[in-house]
């Protein structure tokens, strides 16, 4: 078959979504207002962030907090510290190809990413992202 007709998944092909994921992991540690971007080498399937630093909570978003919009309009997702009981936890059925994590007076984290075998960029931005 010639080159030009090979099936290769985009980001509307339902069934990469369908299979099971292929895990992603890391974590961190992050410093009184540190942020890490985190860049996935495919299309994300669904994120899972755990706080897993003390009582400091931690917030996901996806564009960067140098970004005032991000902040001041609440665009981002605040995961509460470990310590405070209830959920430390939070799980996101996401197409994303990265994803911003930061903590206003510092704490870790772990992150478990659900990748499809999707290779484009989802460039999110808009109102509710970044404006």
Same mark, same amino acid.
């Given at each position: 078959?010639?080159?030009?007709?090979?099936?290769?998944?985009?980001?509307?092909?339902?069934?990469?979504?369908?299979?099971?994921?292929?895990?992603?992991? %890391?974590?961190?540690?992050? !410093?009184?207002?540190?942020?890490?971007? @985190?860049? #996935?080498? /495919?299309?994300?399937? +669904?994120? %899972?962030?755990?706080?897993? !630093?003390?009582?400091?909570?931690?917030? @996901?978003? #996806?564009? /960067?907090?140098?970004? +005032?919009?991000?902040?001041?309009?609440?665009?981002f997702i605040e995961v509460p510290g470990s310590n405070i009981g209830g959920l430390n936890r939070?799980?996101?059925?996401?197409?994303?190809?990265?994803?911003?994590?930061?903590?206003?007076?510092?704490?870790?984290?772990?992150?478990?990413?659900?990748?499809?075998?999707?290779?484009?960029?989802?460039?999110?931005s808009g109102s509710g992202i970044n404006d």
């Amino acid at each position: 078959m010639p080159e030009n007709f090979k099936y290769r998944p985009g980001i509307g092909s339902t069934g990469a979504y369908q299979i099971s994921g292929v895990p992603y992991m %890391t974590g961190s540690t992050l !410093g009184a207002d540190g942020e890490n971007e @985190i860049t #996935f080498p /495919t299309v994300t399937k +669904a994120i %899972t962030v755990y706080n897993s !630093g003390g009582s400091n909570s931690l917030r @996901i978003h #996806f564009d /960067t907090d140098d970004n +005032a919009d991000v902040i001041s309009n609440k665009h981002f997702i605040e995961v509460p510290g470990s310590n405070i009981g209830g959920l430390n936890r939070i799980r996101l059925n996401v197409r994303c190809s990265k994803i911003y994590i930061s903590s206003v007076a510092g704490t870790s984290y772990q992150l478990l990413a659900e990748l499809t075998p999707i290779p484009d960029s989802v460039n999110l931005s808009g109102s509710g992202i970044n404006d």
